[in-house]
């Protein structure tokens, strides 16, 4: 398949997708290969990111150690 029929597929698939969150991802997903678009963050986004915030500046982290003993023991159940 050539770019042209490529994008042809795109463009069928994209016109029949009517979710909009669904829609909303694809675009996100097309400007972030682009160089000369910002990355755009929803509100649940940037609220995950203060929470996080707050818990590493209250110490309530995980050394990567730490992460891949507790994924060792959940696997071995």
Not at 29 to 39: V, Y
Not at 45 to 63: L, R, V, W
């Amino acid at each position: 398949m050539n770019a042209a029929e490529l994008k042809l597929n795109l463009i069928t698939k994209i016109t029949s997708i009517s979710d909009k969150k669904k829609l909303t991802e694809l675009l996100q997903l097309i400007n972030f290969q682009s160089d000369a678009s910002e990355f755009i963050t929803s509100n649940d986004e940037k609220q995950a990111i203060s929470e996080a915030k707050i818990q590493i500046e209250k110490g309530d982290t995980y050394t990567n150690s730490q992460v891949q003993e507790e994924v060792l023991k959940w696997i071995k159940k």
